[in-house]
Protein backbone atom coordinates (compact mmCIF):
# COMPACT_ATOMS: atom_id res chain seq x y z
CA UNK A 1 0.00 0.00 0.00
CA UNK A 2 2.74 2.55 0.27
CA UNK A 3 4.64 1.62 -2.53
CA UNK A 4 1.47 2.52 -4.30
CA UNK A 5 0.60 6.06 -2.51
CA UNK A 6 4.04 6.76 -2.70
CA UNK A 7 3.72 6.82 -6.61
CA UNK A 8 0.10 8.43 -6.48
CA UNK A 9 1.44 11.07 -4.44
CA UNK A 10 4.89 11.75 -6.75
CA UNK A 11 2.63 11.77 -9.83
CA UNK A 12 0.00 14.35 -8.02
CA UNK A 13 2.64 16.72 -7.14
CA UNK A 14 4.25 17.33 -10.26
CA UNK A 15 0.53 18.66 -11.73
CA UNK A 16 0.68 22.46 -12.97
CA UNK A 17 -2.25 24.71 -12.04
CA UNK A 18 -2.68 26.25 -16.23
CA UNK A 19 -1.14 26.42 -19.20
CA UNK A 20 -0.10 29.83 -19.82
CA UNK A 21 0.92 30.57 -23.56
CA UNK A 22 3.95 32.86 -24.34
CA UNK A 23 1.40 35.67 -25.16
CA UNK A 24 -0.20 35.72 -21.85
CA UNK A 25 -3.54 33.77 -23.13
CA UNK A 26 -4.27 30.32 -21.37
CA UNK A 27 -5.12 26.47 -22.43
CA UNK A 28 -7.21 24.97 -20.23
CA UNK A 29 -8.69 21.74 -19.85
CA UNK A 30 -12.15 20.93 -19.35
CA UNK A 31 -13.53 17.06 -18.03
CA UNK A 32 -16.16 15.26 -17.18
CA UNK A 33 -16.69 11.82 -14.59
CA UNK A 34 -19.56 10.05 -13.22
CA UNK A 35 -18.29 9.01 -9.38
CA UNK A 36 -20.81 6.60 -9.29
CA UNK A 37 -22.25 7.52 -6.19
CA UNK A 38 -20.31 9.47 -3.54
CA UNK A 39 -22.00 9.42 -0.39
CA UNK A 40 -20.65 10.80 2.70
CA UNK A 41 -21.35 8.97 6.19
CA UNK A 42 -24.21 11.07 7.24
CA UNK A 43 -27.51 9.66 7.44
CA UNK A 44 -30.36 11.98 6.21
CA UNK A 45 -32.93 9.95 4.80
CA UNK A 46 -32.44 10.19 0.99
CA UNK A 47 -29.34 7.73 0.31
CA UNK A 48 -29.49 4.64 -1.48
CA UNK A 49 -29.78 1.69 0.29
CA UNK A 50 -26.29 0.52 -0.36
CA UNK A 51 -24.80 3.89 1.14
CA UNK A 52 -26.65 3.82 4.35
CA UNK A 53 -23.40 4.63 6.46
CA UNK A 54 -22.15 1.86 8.53
CA UNK A 55 -24.24 -0.53 7.08
CA UNK A 56 -23.63 -3.15 3.61
CA UNK A 57 -20.03 -2.04 4.49
CA UNK A 58 -20.51 1.56 3.58
CA UNK A 59 -18.14 3.01 6.60
CA UNK A 60 -14.79 5.64 7.34
CA UNK A 61 -12.92 2.71 5.30
CA UNK A 62 -14.31 1.94 2.46
CA UNK A 63 -15.29 6.15 2.23
CA UNK A 64 -11.51 6.57 2.51
CA UNK A 65 -10.55 4.03 -0.16
CA UNK A 66 -13.21 5.15 -2.75
CA UNK A 67 -12.01 9.00 -2.08
CA UNK A 68 -8.42 8.31 -2.77
CA UNK A 69 -9.28 5.88 -5.43
CA UNK A 70 -11.05 8.96 -7.21
CA UNK A 71 -8.75 11.56 -6.08
CA UNK A 72 -5.76 9.57 -7.82
CA UNK A 73 -8.00 9.55 -11.60
CA UNK A 74 -8.98 13.39 -10.61
CA UNK A 75 -5.48 13.66 -10.06
CA UNK A 76 -4.32 12.49 -12.95
CA UNK A 77 -6.31 13.90 -15.79
CA UNK A 78 -5.40 17.02 -14.59
CA UNK A 79 -8.47 19.46 -15.78
CA UNK A 80 -8.46 23.05 -14.59
CA UNK A 81 -12.46 21.69 -14.18
CA UNK A 82 -14.06 19.03 -14.01
CA UNK A 83 -17.90 18.37 -14.24
CA UNK A 84 -19.44 15.67 -11.87
CA UNK A 85 -22.01 13.10 -11.29
CA UNK A 86 -23.40 11.27 -8.59
CA UNK A 87 -22.27 13.17 -5.56
CA UNK A 88 -24.56 12.57 -2.62
CA UNK A 89 -24.69 16.56 -1.48
CA UNK A 90 -22.17 19.47 -0.09
CA UNK A 91 -20.70 17.73 2.46
CA UNK A 92 -19.45 14.85 0.19
CA UNK A 93 -18.32 17.30 -2.35
CA UNK A 94 -16.16 18.79 0.10
CA UNK A 95 -14.76 15.78 1.39
CA UNK A 96 -13.60 15.07 -2.19
CA UNK A 97 -12.23 18.25 -2.31
CA UNK A 98 -10.56 17.93 0.85
CA UNK A 99 -8.78 14.11 -0.39
CA UNK A 100 -7.98 16.12 -3.64
CA UNK A 101 -6.06 18.74 -1.64
CA UNK A 102 -4.32 16.01 0.41
CA UNK A 103 -3.10 14.40 -2.87
CA UNK A 104 -1.74 17.55 -4.04
CA UNK A 105 -4.56 18.90 -6.88
CA UNK A 106 -6.11 21.52 -5.33
CA UNK A 107 -9.26 22.64 -6.48
CA UNK A 108 -10.37 25.84 -4.64
CA UNK A 109 -13.85 26.61 -5.92
CA UNK A 110 -16.81 24.50 -6.44
CA UNK A 111 -20.54 24.45 -7.05
CA UNK A 112 -23.52 22.00 -6.68
CA UNK A 113 -27.26 21.62 -7.23
CA UNK A 114 -29.07 20.67 -3.90
CA UNK A 115 -32.16 19.31 -5.12
CA UNK A 116 -33.87 17.71 -1.95
CA UNK A 117 -36.21 15.17 -4.09
CA UNK A 118 -32.98 13.65 -5.58
CA UNK A 119 -30.76 11.28 -3.78
CA UNK A 120 -27.85 12.54 -5.82
CA UNK A 121 -25.96 15.86 -7.45
CA UNK A 122 -24.39 17.38 -10.28
CA UNK A 123 -21.10 19.11 -8.99
CA UNK A 124 -18.39 21.23 -9.96
CA UNK A 125 -15.09 21.60 -9.19
CA UNK A 126 -12.18 24.52 -10.76
CA UNK A 127 -8.88 26.24 -10.20
CA UNK A 128 -10.87 29.00 -11.98
CA UNK A 129 -12.73 31.56 -9.80
CA UNK A 130 -16.65 31.17 -10.10
CA UNK A 131 -18.38 34.00 -11.51
CA UNK A 132 -21.66 32.69 -10.76
CA UNK A 133 -23.47 29.44 -10.11
CA UNK A 134 -27.31 28.28 -10.32
CA UNK A 135 -29.49 25.19 -10.26
CA UNK A 136 -31.74 25.25 -13.44
CA UNK A 137 -35.15 23.42 -12.36
CA UNK A 138 -36.07 20.00 -13.47
CA UNK A 139 -39.34 20.10 -12.31
CA UNK A 140 -40.20 16.47 -11.76
CA UNK A 141 -39.52 14.55 -8.28
CA UNK A 142 -36.11 11.70 -9.35
CA UNK A 143 -35.12 14.24 -11.72
CA UNK A 144 -31.63 15.97 -11.70
CA UNK A 145 -31.38 19.36 -12.08
CA UNK A 146 -28.71 20.94 -14.32
CA UNK A 147 -25.80 23.02 -13.25
CA UNK A 148 -25.07 26.36 -14.79
CA UNK A 149 -21.82 28.06 -14.02
CA UNK A 150 -20.35 31.03 -15.19
CA UNK A 151 -16.53 32.17 -15.35
CA UNK A 152 -14.71 34.88 -16.86
CA UNK A 153 -11.07 33.79 -18.05
CA UNK A 154 -8.95 36.24 -19.30
CA UNK A 155 -12.00 38.39 -19.46
CA UNK A 156 -13.85 35.91 -21.73
CA UNK A 157 -17.31 34.66 -20.55
CA UNK A 158 -17.41 30.88 -20.53
CA UNK A 159 -20.50 29.37 -19.57
CA UNK A 160 -20.85 25.14 -18.60
CA UNK A 161 -23.95 23.45 -17.58
CA UNK A 162 -23.68 20.00 -15.71
CA UNK A 163 -25.70 17.41 -16.66
CA UNK A 164 -26.78 13.86 -15.17
CA UNK A 165 -29.98 12.90 -17.34
CA UNK A 166 -32.05 10.60 -16.04
CA UNK A 167 -32.04 6.84 -17.47
CA UNK A 168 -34.06 5.22 -19.46
CA UNK A 169 -36.54 2.72 -17.75
CA UNK A 170 -38.21 -0.13 -19.66
CA UNK A 171 -37.81 1.07 -23.14
CA UNK A 172 -39.20 4.54 -22.12
CA UNK A 173 -37.55 7.61 -22.60
CA UNK A 174 -37.82 10.90 -21.17
CA UNK A 175 -37.25 14.13 -22.53
CA UNK A 176 -37.81 16.43 -19.85
CA UNK A 177 -34.43 17.06 -18.99
CA UNK A 178 -33.70 17.93 -22.62
CA UNK A 179 -36.30 20.36 -23.15
CA UNK A 180 -35.54 22.15 -20.33
CA UNK A 181 -31.85 22.13 -21.18
CA UNK A 182 -32.86 23.59 -24.67
CA UNK A 183 -35.08 26.35 -23.31
CA UNK A 184 -32.43 27.75 -21.52
CA UNK A 185 -30.01 27.90 -24.50
CA UNK A 186 -32.59 29.77 -26.61
CA UNK A 187 -30.83 32.70 -24.88
CA UNK A 188 -27.29 31.16 -25.28
CA UNK A 189 -27.01 32.93 -28.54
CA UNK A 190 -23.93 34.41 -29.54
CA UNK A 191 -22.22 33.17 -26.19
CA UNK A 192 -19.53 30.86 -25.60
CA UNK A 193 -21.05 27.53 -23.34
CA UNK A 194 -20.22 24.08 -23.03
CA UNK A 195 -22.81 21.14 -22.36
CA UNK A 196 -21.57 18.21 -20.03
CA UNK A 197 -21.81 15.44 -18.25
CA UNK A 198 -23.91 12.10 -18.17
CA UNK A 199 -26.99 12.04 -20.41
CA UNK A 200 -27.86 8.83 -20.30
CA UNK A 201 -27.61 9.00 -24.26
CA UNK A 202 -25.72 7.48 -26.69
CA UNK A 203 -24.05 10.31 -28.61
CA UNK A 204 -25.73 9.98 -32.01
CA UNK A 205 -29.24 9.01 -29.82
CA UNK A 206 -32.50 11.12 -30.93
CA UNK A 207 -33.11 12.61 -27.25
CA UNK A 208 -29.84 13.58 -27.17
CA UNK A 209 -29.01 15.27 -30.27
CA UNK A 210 -32.48 16.76 -30.72
CA UNK A 211 -32.81 18.42 -27.74
CA UNK A 212 -29.31 20.27 -28.48
CA UNK A 213 -29.68 20.52 -31.83
CA UNK A 214 -25.90 18.87 -32.38
CA UNK A 215 -24.33 18.36 -35.36
CA UNK A 216 -21.82 15.85 -36.65
CA UNK A 217 -20.57 18.03 -39.50
CA UNK A 218 -18.08 20.89 -38.70
CA UNK A 219 -19.53 22.53 -41.98
CA UNK A 220 -23.21 22.68 -40.53
CA UNK A 221 -22.48 24.94 -37.97
CA UNK A 222 -24.92 27.82 -37.14
CA UNK A 223 -25.82 30.24 -34.55
CA UNK A 224 -28.87 27.52 -33.33
CA UNK A 225 -26.64 24.15 -33.60
CA UNK A 226 -24.03 22.53 -31.27
CA UNK A 227 -21.31 20.38 -32.10
CA UNK A 228 -20.38 17.49 -29.98
CA UNK A 229 -16.91 16.01 -29.61
CA UNK A 230 -17.39 12.57 -29.61
CA UNK A 231 -17.14 13.33 -33.64
CA UNK A 232 -13.72 13.72 -33.18
CA UNK A 233 -12.98 10.20 -32.50
CA UNK A 234 -13.75 7.22 -35.16
CA UNK A 235 -16.46 5.45 -34.20
CA UNK A 236 -15.10 2.63 -32.52
CA UNK A 237 -13.60 4.38 -29.35
CA UNK A 238 -16.94 6.71 -28.76
CA UNK A 239 -17.70 5.21 -25.87
CA UNK A 240 -17.05 5.89 -22.01
CA UNK A 241 -19.72 3.15 -20.74
CA UNK A 242 -19.65 -0.60 -20.83
CA UNK A 243 -22.73 -2.15 -20.23
CA UNK A 244 -22.47 -5.88 -20.76
CA UNK A 245 -20.68 -5.68 -23.86
CA UNK A 246 -22.75 -2.42 -25.29
CA UNK A 247 -20.20 0.43 -25.45
CA UNK A 248 -22.10 3.62 -25.02
CA UNK A 249 -20.71 7.20 -25.37
CA UNK A 250 -23.14 8.40 -22.56
CA UNK A 251 -20.72 10.85 -21.34
CA UNK A 252 -20.63 13.53 -23.54
CA UNK A 253 -18.82 17.51 -23.93
CA UNK A 254 -20.49 19.22 -26.82
CA UNK A 255 -19.38 22.98 -27.32
CA UNK A 256 -21.75 26.00 -28.62
CA UNK A 257 -20.69 27.14 -32.20
CA UNK A 258 -19.06 30.05 -30.85
CA UNK A 259 -16.31 27.84 -29.53
CA UNK A 260 -15.34 27.17 -33.06
CA UNK A 261 -15.36 30.60 -34.54
CA UNK A 262 -11.87 31.65 -34.16
CA UNK A 263 -12.83 34.62 -31.57
CA UNK A 264 -12.48 34.92 -27.84
CA UNK A 265 -12.24 30.91 -26.45
CA UNK A 266 -11.81 27.86 -28.95
CA UNK A 267 -11.67 24.42 -28.76
CA UNK A 268 -8.20 22.90 -29.35
CA UNK A 269 -8.64 21.18 -32.43
CA UNK A 270 -7.80 16.97 -31.55
CA UNK A 271 -7.69 17.19 -27.45
CA UNK A 272 -10.97 15.58 -27.13
CA UNK A 273 -10.40 12.14 -25.64
CA UNK A 274 -11.44 9.25 -23.07
CA UNK A 275 -8.88 9.24 -20.04
CA UNK A 276 -8.59 5.35 -20.42
CA UNK A 277 -5.14 4.52 -17.92
CA UNK A 278 -4.42 0.74 -17.41
CA UNK A 279 -5.56 0.65 -13.55
CA UNK A 280 -9.39 1.62 -14.46
CA UNK A 281 -9.68 -1.47 -16.22
CA UNK A 282 -10.16 -5.44 -14.92
CA UNK A 283 -7.39 -7.27 -16.62
CA UNK A 284 -10.76 -9.31 -18.08
CA UNK A 285 -10.67 -5.60 -20.27
CA UNK A 286 -13.91 -3.95 -18.62
CA UNK A 287 -14.08 -1.24 -16.64
CA UNK A 288 -13.18 -1.67 -13.17
CA UNK A 289 -16.45 0.10 -11.11
CA UNK A 290 -16.74 0.15 -7.22
CA UNK A 291 -17.13 -3.52 -6.35
CA UNK A 292 -20.89 -3.81 -4.36
CA UNK A 293 -20.71 -8.18 -3.89
CA UNK A 294 -22.82 -9.97 -1.78
CA UNK A 295 -24.41 -7.29 -0.33
CA UNK A 296 -21.71 -5.52 0.88
CA UNK A 297 -18.55 -2.73 -0.88
CA UNK A 298 -15.19 -4.09 -0.77
CA UNK A 299 -13.14 -1.37 -0.80
CA UNK A 300 -12.10 -2.10 -4.76
CA UNK A 301 -12.68 -0.01 -7.83
CA UNK A 302 -13.07 3.11 -9.18
CA UNK A 303 -15.99 3.83 -11.55
CA UNK A 304 -18.60 2.88 -14.13
CA UNK A 305 -17.82 5.30 -16.49
CA UNK A 306 -14.32 6.59 -18.16
CA UNK A 307 -13.72 10.19 -17.75
CA UNK A 308 -13.89 12.43 -21.08
CA UNK A 309 -11.97 15.98 -21.61
CA UNK A 310 -11.44 18.66 -24.29
CA UNK A 311 -8.63 21.53 -23.79
CA UNK A 312 -9.43 24.95 -25.01
CA UNK A 313 -7.63 28.50 -25.53
CA UNK A 314 -8.14 31.93 -25.26
CA UNK A 315 -5.54 32.62 -27.75
CA UNK A 316 -5.19 28.96 -30.12
CA UNK A 317 -7.63 29.58 -32.94
CA UNK A 318 -9.51 26.52 -34.01
CA UNK A 319 -9.18 25.52 -37.89
CA UNK A 320 -12.09 23.90 -39.83
CA UNK A 321 -10.39 20.92 -41.52
CA UNK A 322 -11.84 20.02 -45.01
CA UNK A 323 -15.01 20.92 -45.41
CA UNK A 324 -15.99 19.65 -49.47
CA UNK A 325 -17.48 16.38 -50.27
CA UNK A 326 -15.83 14.49 -52.90
CA UNK A 327 -17.74 12.22 -55.50
CA UNK A 328 -15.79 8.65 -55.45
CA UNK A 329 -16.11 5.36 -55.55
CA UNK A 330 -14.15 1.91 -53.23
CA UNK A 331 -11.33 2.29 -55.77
CA UNK A 332 -10.78 5.79 -55.70
CA UNK A 333 -10.82 5.12 -51.37
CA UNK A 334 -7.87 3.20 -51.90
CA UNK A 335 -5.61 5.38 -53.82
CA UNK A 336 -2.48 6.66 -52.28
CA UNK A 337 -3.73 10.27 -53.15
CA UNK A 338 -7.05 10.19 -51.53
CA UNK A 339 -8.95 13.40 -50.40
CA UNK A 340 -11.36 13.32 -48.00
CA UNK A 341 -14.68 13.03 -47.56
CA UNK A 342 -15.92 11.14 -50.06
CA UNK A 343 -19.25 10.20 -50.96
CA UNK A 344 -20.04 6.53 -51.70
CA UNK A 345 -23.37 5.89 -53.96
CA UNK A 346 -25.15 2.85 -53.62
CA UNK A 347 -22.85 0.42 -52.58
CA UNK A 348 -24.01 -2.73 -51.12
CA UNK A 349 -23.31 -4.42 -47.86
CA UNK A 350 -22.12 -8.07 -48.68
CA UNK A 351 -21.06 -9.09 -44.89
CA UNK A 352 -21.73 -8.33 -41.41
CA UNK A 353 -19.72 -9.89 -38.48
CA UNK A 354 -20.24 -8.39 -34.73
CA UNK A 355 -18.55 -4.97 -35.54
CA UNK A 356 -17.79 -4.72 -38.67
CA UNK A 357 -19.30 -5.16 -42.14
CA UNK A 358 -18.09 -5.26 -45.73
CA UNK A 359 -19.28 -3.36 -48.60
CA UNK A 360 -18.61 -3.11 -52.60
CA UNK A 361 -19.65 -1.44 -55.32
CA UNK A 362 -18.39 -2.17 -59.24
CA UNK A 363 -14.92 -0.95 -58.25
CA UNK A 364 -13.98 -3.01 -55.71
CA UNK A 365 -14.94 -4.17 -51.65
CA UNK A 366 -13.80 -2.78 -48.32
CA UNK A 367 -14.17 -3.04 -44.98
CA UNK A 368 -15.52 -0.70 -41.97
CA UNK A 369 -14.69 -1.43 -38.51
CA UNK A 370 -16.56 0.37 -35.70
CA UNK A 371 -20.43 0.12 -36.44
CA UNK A 372 -22.68 2.77 -34.67
CA UNK A 373 -26.14 1.72 -36.50
CA UNK A 374 -27.51 -1.80 -37.60
CA UNK A 375 -27.01 -2.73 -41.10
CA UNK A 376 -28.14 -5.65 -43.06
CA UNK A 377 -26.91 -8.07 -45.46
CA UNK A 378 -27.99 -6.63 -49.15
CA UNK A 379 -28.68 -3.35 -47.84
CA UNK A 380 -27.72 -0.38 -50.34
CA UNK A 381 -26.08 2.46 -48.95
CA UNK A 382 -25.07 6.14 -49.81
CA UNK A 383 -22.87 7.14 -47.54
CA UNK A 384 -20.02 9.66 -46.74
CA UNK A 385 -16.67 8.10 -45.69
CA UNK A 386 -14.93 10.84 -43.01
CA UNK A 387 -11.83 8.71 -41.94
CA UNK A 388 -9.73 5.42 -42.87
CA UNK A 389 -6.97 3.62 -41.58
CA UNK A 390 -5.11 0.79 -42.12
CA UNK A 391 -4.73 -2.71 -39.44
CA UNK A 392 -2.91 -5.58 -40.46
CA UNK A 393 -2.57 -4.64 -43.92
CA UNK A 394 -5.94 -3.86 -44.62
CA UNK A 395 -7.36 -0.91 -45.51
CA UNK A 396 -10.65 -0.14 -43.53
CA UNK A 397 -13.05 2.65 -42.98
CA UNK A 398 -13.51 3.81 -39.34
CA UNK A 399 -15.73 7.36 -39.41
CA UNK A 400 -18.93 7.49 -41.67
CA UNK A 401 -22.44 8.63 -41.70
CA UNK A 402 -25.21 6.58 -43.86
CA UNK A 403 -27.51 9.39 -45.46
CA UNK A 404 -29.20 6.74 -47.27
CA UNK A 405 -30.44 3.11 -47.02
CA UNK A 406 -32.26 0.85 -49.67
CA UNK A 407 -33.38 -2.24 -49.23
CA UNK A 408 -34.90 -3.84 -52.23
CA UNK A 409 -35.02 -0.31 -54.34
CA UNK A 410 -36.86 1.21 -51.38
CA UNK A 411 -35.76 3.70 -48.66
CA UNK A 412 -35.36 2.36 -45.79
CA UNK A 413 -37.71 4.79 -42.84
Not at 71 to 86: F, H, P
Request: proline fraction near 2%; hydrophobic fraction near 35%; aromatic fraction near 12%.
Amino acid sequence: MEVYLSSFLKRAFSYSILTLSPLGATDFKVASYNLENLFDLTLNGNEYRQYIPNRHGWNSKTLKIKLRNLSEVICEIDADIIALQEVENREALLLLQKSLKYYGCNYQYSATTAKNTSSVQVALLSRFKIYSSKAIEVPKEGYRDILEVKFNIDGKPLYIFVNHWKSKRGGRVSLLSGRVLKDRLKNMVGREYIVIGDFNSNYNEKRLTASLNSSRRLCNLDNNSNYNLWYQLPIYQRWSYNFYGKKEGLDNIIISPTLLDGKNIDYIKGSFNRFKPNYLFHKRGYILRWQYKSGRHIGVGYSDHLPIYASFSTKKRFKYPNCNIYSGNISKLKAEDVKLPIRLKAVEVIRVQKSSAYIRDGSGEIKIFGIDKRVRVGEILDMVIYRLTTYNSELEIIDFQIEKSYHNGKKES
